[in-house]
């Protein structure tokens, strides 16, 4: 990306979920087709915005870093990287190149960290209860969505249903008004 243009993501999660993103950033010449080392100068600016469109994490990193965050309610989250830069700050023919790697929910659980106080059984067991939990909100969450496509559709069914009828009466009106049979 340019060093003004801004690179958005959409990640749908459920509600109470955590999510996790790395990123290291490096200079990608265009001219010479290859990559150069990252400059110090250049930062990363992180933005995530709820479903409401309310700001949930803004950050700056340098040329490398990572964000977390927890997800209060259900829905599409957006997520926004753009080079920090006051003015123009990479040369003209001079890309930055974002590698960006996104965990979220139970992805983001360090099971080897975990493991060196448990046992592997109880490693095991709380491993597929964070997948349970994991299933259940996502099912939630899959509920919730058909529910306001139900309601979509049940709308649409009631303009189907009432459109023909009222068309109808325009043209018996019509149709009463030119022969005056009143």
């Given at each position: 990306m340019g060093d003004t243009?801004?690179?958005?993501?959409?990640?749908?999660?459920?509600?109470?979920?955590?999510?996790?993103?790395?990123?290291?950033?490096?200079?990608?010449?265009?001219?010479?087709?290859?990559?150069?080392?990252?400059?110090?100068?250049?930062?990363?600016?992180?933005?995530?915005?709820?479903?409401?469109?309310?700001?949930?994490?803004?950050?700056?990193?340098?040329?490398?870093?990572?964000?977390?965050?927890?997800?209060?309610?259900?829905g599409e989250y957006q997520?926004?990287?753009?080079?920090?830069?006051?003015?123009?700050?990479?040369?003209?023919?001079?890309?930055?190149?974002?590698?960006?790697?996104?965990?979220?929910?139970?992805?983001?659980?360090?099971?080897?960290?975990?493991?060196?106080?448990?046992?592997?059984?109880?490693?095991?067991?709380?491993?597929?209860?964070?997948?349970?939990?994991?299933?259940?909100?996502?099912?939630?969450?899959?509920?919730?969505?058909?529910?306001?496509?139900?309601?979509?559709?049940?709308?649409?069914?009631?303009?189907?249903?009432?459109?023909?009828?009222?068309?109808?009466?325009?043209?018996?009106?019509?149709?009463?008004?030119?022969?005056?049979?009143?």
């Amino acid at each position: 990306m340019g060093d003004t243009e801004r690179k958005c993501f959409i990640e749908e999660m459920t509600e109470k979920t955590v999510l996790m993103g790395t990123y290291r950033t490096q200079l990608f010449d265009r001219q010479r087709d290859e990559y150069l080392l990252a400059s110090q100068d250049v930062a990363l600016s992180v933005e995530v915005k709820d479903p409401n469109d309310k700001l949930v994490l803004s950050r700056s990193h340098g040329s490398e870093g990572s964000f977390r965050f927890t997800s209060l309610e259900p829905g599409e989250y957006q997520i926004c990287l753009q080079a920090n830069c006051s003015q123009r700050c990479l040369p003209a023919a001079v890309l930055l190149a974002v590698h960006l790697d996104i965990r979220a929910g139970e992805r983001t659980n360090n099971y080897a960290e975990i493991a060196a106080n448990l046992t592997k059984l109880q490693l095991r067991v709380r491993q597929l209860t964070e997948q349970v939990k994991q299933i259940q909100s996502g099912l939630y969450y899959h509920k919730l969505r058909e529910k306001e496509f139900l309601d979509v559709t049940q709308s649409i069914n009631m303009w189907i249903f009432w459109w023909p009828v009222a068309r109808s009466l325009y043209v018996v009106f019509i149709i009463c008004w030119h022969t005056k049979s009143w």
